[in-house]
Structures are given as structure tokens and as C-alpha cells.
């Protein structure tokens, strides 16, 4: 077990502080609340945006880049928008040596000067949609930071959308709702629920708040992504009008969705263990790592050139920058074994004397450590199998993980004594009221992360109030 | 000609914001000084950022993110730093609702930030070279600003590495300096000419400044990277220590080096014509758009059909997303070919019901609008080719018009002749000091861009001074 990290059993939120400080993944800043992130966990992120890049272009977005700075005025005209952001708000006051006759927000989120860019830029229906994302900083001040889960600035894509219909307005909320599970699912093998938000837990100004939640393996969960349907409620605050197929001006409907730098918090508390994170393969920057292990001049150059004829097979397979040899002359070969594990690379190859002569390599996975020997001839097509097995492993796991957590609850002893017990995420009945989840939050620290689509029209009693409910909702400690 | 765009020889200045708008490249922000970039001009920072990184990281780099906002007390740690940074800064005061203790500065750079980071990371020359590059946002308050060329919040990349010695890091300022020039010729076919900074000209804080100048067609100089030697500045003023080899304490040696949005007005100015935006097709997001010409329904289903065997053919050679159909009901071809040729796209195929009879398309080319028709059959090997055509022809004009536009001048007389006729860059002799320098400048606007390497150790008398001159410098007016 590795020394520098405290195991999960022992205190989970120091595990978590641990593997990222031994990944190397990120660190805390000068700034406080803003965080450094690190080669390691940049890495993530890079590839991250990468594969959800294409999705969103593959679905007809395309990017744009929006200033940093937004007029204090612009946030205050949708009231809800300004209430839920006012309190955390950074401001430029001053610049290039004066005072701003208007102070300056750095966007905590962009919907009020896109929807003022947008305003301008939609006339007519024929401009319409207007499918834009965004990849950017943002900066919400915040009490309690964690890296990752929650800094003043963290990094994310929001997409802006405008439509000319409630309906297409709604159908693109739930596409991309729809791509952040896939990505998730697929990508990252962090098994998710979508779901709408309850009206108190919307987006400041939204209409509807879907989002998608992770388990973690404390049992907490984790908000991954969120999409908004906005309704006219921006396109009113800032004129996104247009003249619509009858001549007439209409107001545009318009979206937002968004998920961030967060998820790679999500991504060490969905799968890593007590000797760090573990990155699934097809998210991972790095897949294979090949440690060469000699003791004599004479093995060592035996070792290298057929450590090079492995790797060389392994990248016309899976691609330059997946595979690396680990040259580093002055490590000893646990050592290299022990940093790799830590960063989470999916699979080792060790090649050592006895490999040589036999003409093969010794594969080693990350998740499980199972080892396995592998001929030279086919260590490439052999190495992809294995990744796409710890690929669905991570996922299955994870995903038997969270359905085995998951209770119904039919009261609210039931309820607190699964919160005080296993934990989990919770399905009870709700009555519908702010006032009911705020007293359920106070008691149990529980809140209500999702209504599930699963869950419609089946009838019931509220759980605290035993006043009539028209559906469970799914609740849990959350991050 | 196209009507909304200005002609060059008419007003330059202007023909470039026309041109800027015709595109919908930018638009200007209600943040006074900032710019929104809009998809079209997006879409070519993508491409930009896809190639260059791709080359930071076939040379060993990595990406990182470091913080957006910088405590005010680090910008002062580095003497000349500050003096050349302090008059552009904005500046952060309050955050969540109260006042800041100490203020914090939008990043203008971030050399301090990440200094005092390395300072935390770098122990032992084992932990050299760092070579890490970050792509960002960063802010300068500008009085003037134009898009692209110089506005308050731009994007850019800043690399930042340290090293063991002083000939690592300047063999590391030159490498970058060359991987610029490589990408500005062979990627975006702008030749430049790269070169030291005159000692008052260098970035602030810096040892030696080296940058590549471009020729606009206007004939002004722009300036389009530059690659920094730091020496041990930074690293005294954050303290970024290292145990060397011989087990002493060591100063690290660092770099920075970075390149901006501002190419994108390079690329403008260089390639444009009087109808917009030319894009190089090895840059271009978008290389070739088949337009449909079609009058009846019948016409229409053989046109459209073919048109979809045309893109099939150019996708499977060029890749998916560089080819896009034309399918718009509402517009008049003419209307469309306008539309591309002001988004600068490389290619255009044309569709009608004879192409479709004579089994082919017309390809026409942006740059010089040669129409040649081609058959179906080996269309796609036919546009790779003729995209080369016009990558390599882009750069020979461009290559052309700077050589023909350099000239050399013995005498001041000459100097302003050259200025105040033809223009362009002139070779002349320095006699080294500032204030000739600044005299020249105010005489004349023209400023020294760089000391090419090969004008090295050819001493002269100074145009202005008459006194002794160790070599020729290359001098413009700039952006």
C-alpha cells in the first residue's frame, strides 16, 4: 500500500487530497480557492474536452470565444440570474490605471453577454438555431474549496443555444443531457442518473434544470453535468427577439448546458484505489507505460532495444502519444512501477533479462494487478484487449457499486436509518415543497438530486410529511 | 467586387474591420477593448491551437492551467516586470461580496504566478527541464484597440520552462522561435522573418527577446511570436532553486515564449483580397463546400444525389469535417458562393444539372479564382492537389511581395524616401543605442523589429548617427 496516501477506510476526504497531491494531478494556488492544475490531471481535462469536442460537433455545434469580463448591469437584468450569482461574484474595479466607471464581473457563466451578442446577431428565422459552445474559465467565489470538485475558478464548455420553438428548445436540453451520460458512461465508465432538477435546485433563470449524478465510492454523489431549458426567459431580459416564418417578432427560446473541471474529481472518487487514481483507457492521455529492468550494461542493452520493438508495435496500435518507455536511468525499477501507478495508467509493461529471452513482455494491470506474459508477436492487439476489459471492468463495477446502493425508502425512519447506515442514494416520495426538502436537508444533510424519468406517475406519500406525492425523487448527501 | 467590404487601396484600415464583419471573424464586445470571436474566426484559432500544440508536444511539452488571477505583491517581485506590466493591469478588489485584503491582478502574463509555482516543484536537477505550456485568456488594459491585432482580453499560449544551464534554456528560446516560424510558413504560408529584439525593445524582465516579423500588405510589419531567454531573473525573484549535480544550490534558468489571436489579423492582412478572408487550406477547418445549382425538382434530386457522391469522395480523402454541402433552400447560389468566398474557404465544387449530365464538378479557387472541371472519378485526388496548389502559391505571393519589399538604405535621405514611397521593411545600420532608436521613431514612425542573424558582424555607420555599426537591423513601420 502506498505510504503517502491515507487509505479510503481511514478518511476518504484525505485519500482524495492525497492522490492528487501523489498524482502530481493538481495543487492549491496562491490565490486562494483558485488551484494550479498539473500536467497529470491537465492531461484529463485535454483529453476530456477532446472527445466531448467532438460530440458536440458531430451534433452540429461549433465554438466560440465570448470576453471574460461582463458588465455588472448585464448580470442584474434576469432577476433570478442575479440573486443566485450576486453573492459570489469577482469584480475588476479598477484597470490600465483607473477607476471603471462601471464595475466589471468576471462571468460566472456567460447567458447574459451571449444573450446580448445573440440579441444583435439573430434577426430573422433563418439564423435560427444558433448552436455555440464555449470552452473557458470561470470564477464563482467560493467559502470551501476542494481541487477539483470546487475552486473560485474552474474550467468548463458552455454551450448557448437558440431556437425558434419551446419544443426545439427542449429537445436540444435533453440531447445534451443525452451526450454528458454518454461521455460519462462511455468515456470516463462513471455510471450516471439523469434527471430533472426540483424547482428550488434550478439554474438561476432557467426554466427546467436536468442534470446527471455520479455515486461516489463514500456514497456521496456527485452533480457531473447540468442542461437548461431557459425558456424566453434570457431572450426577454436581453431582446434575442426575431422575426418569425409569419412575419410576426417572436422571442427566441434559448438553452444553456455545461459541465466542467469537476468531473475529474468525480473520476478519482468513481475509481481509485488506496494506491491512487485509476484513468480508464479510452480517457486515458497516457495507456501504456514500458519499464525496461536490468541490472548489467549488457542486459541493459538487450532490455532497450526490445523494450523499443514492444513499444514500437504497441504505438502503431494505440498511437504515438499513448505509449511511453520510461528510460529514467537514475530509478529503480519499483520506483518507476510505483509513479506509474499513481498517475493511474491503465497498463505496465515490464521487460526485464528473462522477458528478453523470451521473447515477450509481462502485462500488468493497473485496476486489478492481474499480470499476464505476453509474445512479442501480438502484444499489441493483446494490450488493446486488455484495455477494453478494464474499460468495461471500471464500468461495471462502479455501476454494480451504485445499483447496489441504491434503497427505497417508505419512511422516514427507513429513510434516516439507511442515511445513518449503508448510505447511498435514497428513492422516496416528496411532496413537492421547497419547505419539505430543506427540513429532510436540515435533519439529514440529504438533498434531492434528481426527479427520475423512471419514476413518473407512480403515486404515493411523502416520506417526511406523508402529504400526497406523484413520484419518488432520488436523494442523497451530495458534493 | 463585394460591396460591403471596402477596397484595400482605398482605405486598408477599414478594409479590414469590412472584412472582419463580412466573415462574422469578430465582433466587438460591450466590454470596451474586448472582442467577441466568433465562430468563423474561432474555427481558425482551433486549427492554429490543434497544429501548434501538437508540435509543443512532439518536442516534449506538456500542458498545464495556472491560476487567472495573480496576487499584485508578484507582479512587483520582478523590477523591470512590473515598470513594463503595471500601467495595463486590471485589477480585482472585491470578491463574494467584501472587500480584498490584497488585490488581485487579471493574469497579463503569467512568468510570476508560475514562477513562484516551479520555485515549489523543481528540488534537483532531476527535476529539470520543466517544459510546460498553458493556453489562456490574459488581460491588457489597451487605450487603442482593433480585433485581433490589440484588444484588452485576448488568447493565446504561454510556454514556460526552466532548465539546468544557460545553454539549455537558450537553445530551448530558439527551438520555440523556429517551431513558430515553421508553423507561421508551412501552416498558415505567412513568411517571417525571425530575429532578435534591440535590448529596448525586449519583453520585461527578459534577457534576450527573439520574435518573427511578418509583412503585411500595407507593408507594416507585425509581429507574430516571440520566444523569451529569462536568464535567471525570474527564477532570483521567486527563488526557484534547484541541488545540482555537484550537490550545490543552483538558480534555474528559464524561458517563456508565446504567440496570440493577434495571427489571426496576420492572417488577414497577408492572404486577404477585396472580397475577405483567404484561409490556407492547411489551416482551413473548413477546405472545400460543394454548392448544389438547381432550378426544377427533378433538377434538384440528380443535382443534390451527385452533389452527396462529390462529398463522399472528398470526405473519405479529406477527412469529414473538412468538406460541408451546401444544402440551404432559401438562397440563391450566387448568394452562397458570395458567402464562402467571404469566409475564405479554399474551395468551392460546383454542382448543376450539366455537371451532373458531364458526371464532374467545377472546382473553383478562392485565391485566384481558376475554375477547372473535374470528373467524379479521382475528384478528390484532383481537390488535394489543387488545395496544395494554393497552399504553395499563398506563400510564394506572400514570400514575393515581403523579399520585394525589403530594402536596404545607406543614407537617412533614402530611409524616409523608402518610407515615404514605396514602404516596406529597410535594412539599415544602428548605431545600437535607445535613443537613436527613438529618435528615428519619432522621425519617421518606423521602429526596429528585429537584428537578423544574417546581417551578423557586418559593420557599418549608422543611417542616422553616422556612428559605428556592428550590424544592419530591419526596420518598419508597425502594427
Same mark, same amino acid.
Given at each position: 500500500m502506498a505510504k503517502n496516501i491515507t487509505p479510503r477506510a481511514t478518511n476518504f476526504p484525505q485519500w482524495y487530497q492525497d492522490v492528487i497531491a501523489a498524482g502530481e494531478l493538481a495543487d492549491n494556488?496562491?490565490?486562494?480557492?483558485?488551484? #494550479?492544475?498539473?500536467? @497529470?490531471? =491537465?492531461?484529463?481535462?485535454?483529453?476530456?474536452?477532446?472527445?466531448?469536442?467532438?460530440? $458536440?460537433?458531430?451534433?452540429?455545434?461549433?465554438?466560440? =470565444? $465570448?470576453?471574460? &469580463?461582463?458588465?455588472?448591469?448585464?448580470?442584474?437584468?434576469?432577476?433570478?440570474h442575479v440573486e443566485g450569482f450576486a453573492p459570489e461574484l469577482a469584480v475588476v474595479t479598477q484597470a490600465g490605471g483607473k477607476e471603471l466607471e462601471e464595475p466589471l464581473v468576471i462571468r460566472p457563466t456567460s447567458e447574459t453577454i451571449i444573450g446580448h451578442m445573440y440579441a444583435k446577431w439573430i434577426q430573422s428565422y433563418r439564423d435560427l438555431p444558433v448552436?455555440? @459552445?464555449?470552452?473557458?474559465?470561470?470564477?464563482?467565489?467560493?467559502?470551501?474549496?476542494?481541487?477539483?470538485?470546487?475552486?473560485?475558478?474552474?474550467?468548463?464548455?458552455?454551450?448557448?443555444?437558440?431556437?425558434?420553438?419551446?419544443?426545439?428548445?427542449?429537445?436540444?436540453?435533453?440531447?445534451? &443531457?443525452?451526450?454528458?451520460?454518454?461521455?460519462?458512461?462511455? #468515456?470516463?465508465?462513471?455510471?450516471?442518473?439523469?434527471?430533472?432538477?426540483?424547482?428550488?435546485?434550478?439554474?438561476?433563470?432557467?426554466?427546467?434544470?436536468?442534470?446527471?449524478?455520479?455515486?461516489?465510492?463514500?456514497?456521496?454523489?456527485?452533480?457531473?453535468?447540468?442542461?437548461?431549458?431557459?425558456?424566453?426567459? $434570457?431572450?426577454?431580459?436581453?431582446?434575442?427577439?426575431?422575426?418569425?416564418?409569419?412575419?410576426?417578432?417572436?422571442?427566441?427560446?434559448?438553452?444553456?448546458?455545461?459541465?466542467?473541471?469537476?468531473?475529474?474529481?468525480?473520476?478519482?472518487?468513481?475509481?481509485?484505489?488506496?494506491?491512487?487514481?485509476?484513468?480508464?483507457?479510452?480517457?486515458?492521455? &497516457?495507456?501504456?507505460? #514500458?519499464?525496461?529492468?536490468?541490472?548489467?550494461?549488457?542486459?541493459?542493452?538487450? #532490455? &532497450?532495444? $526490445?523494450a523499443d520493438q514492444v513499444a514500437l508495435r504497441l504505438r502503431a496500435k494505440l498511437s504515438n502519444l499513448k505509449v511511453k518507455v520510461d528510460y529514467r536511468e537514475d530509478m529503480r525499477p519499483a520506483d518507476k512501477f510505483f509513479t506509474w501507478i499513481q498517475r493511474g495508467i491503465p497498463l505496465r509493461v515490464e521487460i526485464g533479462p528473462k522477458d528478453v529471452q523470451n521473447k515477450g513482455g509481462m502485462l500488468v494491470r493497473r485496476d486489478n494487478r492481474q499480470k499476464v506474459f505476453c509474445a512479442l508477436e501480438g502484444i499489441e492487439e493483446k494490450a488493446a484487449e486488455i484495455l477494453e476489459n478494464i474499460q468495461a471492468d471500471l464500468f461495471k463495477k462502479a455501476g454494480d457499486f451504485m445499483r447496489e446502493n441504491i434503497r427505497p425508502a417508505e419512511t422516514y425512519q427507513e429513510f434516516k436509518d439507511i442515511l445513518a447506515g449503508p448510505g447511498g442514494f435514497i428513492l422516496a416520495h416528496w411532496d413537492g415543497t421547497k419547505q419539505t426538502a430543506e427540513l429532510i436537508q436540515s435533519e439529514t444533510k440529504a438533498t434531492i438530486r434528481v426527479v427520475p424519468e423512471d419514476e413518473k406517475d407512480k403515486p404515493g406519500k411523502c416520506v417526511r410529511t406523508g402529504k400526497p406525492s406523484s413520484q419518488r425523487v432520488l436523494f442523497a448527501?451530495? =458534493?
Open positions: 494556488s496562491p490565490v486562494r480557492g483558485c488551484m #494550479v492544475i498539473r500536467p @497529470n490531471g =491537465y492531461g484529463l481535462w485535454e483529453s476530456m474536452q477532446e472527445k466531448l469536442d467532438r460530440m $458536440f460537433k458531430e451534433t452540429g455545434h461549433v465554438n466560440a =470565444y $465570448f470576453p471574460l &469580463l461582463i458588465p455588472q448591469s448585464f448580470i442584474t437584468k434576469e432577476a433570478e448552436l455555440i @459552445n464555449q470552452w473557458c474559465n470561470v470564477m464563482r467565489w467560493e467559502k470551501r474549496t476542494r481541487l477539483f470538485l470546487r475552486t473560485s475558478e474552474f474550467l468548463w464548455q458552455e454551450g448557448h443555444t437558440a431556437h425558434e420553438t419551446y419544443e426545439e428548445a427542449q429537445e436540444e436540453t435533453l440531447k445534451m &443531457l443525452g451526450i454528458y451520460k454518454e461521455f460519462l458512461e462511455d #468515456v470516463c465508465a462513471i455510471p450516471v442518473i439523469p434527471g430533472a432538477k426540483p424547482e428550488h435546485e434550478k439554474f438561476p433563470g432557467a426554466v427546467t434544470t436536468y442534470a446527471i449524478e455520479a455515486m461516489m465510492q463514500d456514497k456521496k454523489a456527485l452533480q457531473a453535468a447540468t442542461s437548461h431549458n431557459l425558456g424566453q426567459k $434570457f431572450a426577454k431580459a436581453f431582446e434575442i427577439k426575431y422575426l418569425g416564418r409569419d412575419n410576426q417578432e417572436e422571442l427566441a427560446w434559448t438553452t444553456s448546458w455545461g459541465c466542467t473541471t469537476r468531473m475529474i474529481g468525480g473520476l478519482i472518487m468513481t475509481h481509485g484505489d488506496d494506491d491512487g487514481i485509476i484513468v480508464p483507457p479510452r480517457l486515458a492521455p &497516457l495507456q501504456v507505460v #514500458v519499464i525496461p529492468i536490468y541490472k548489467t550494461e549488457e542486459e541493459k542493452l538487450a #532490455v &532497450l532495444d $526490445f448527501v451530495a =458534493y
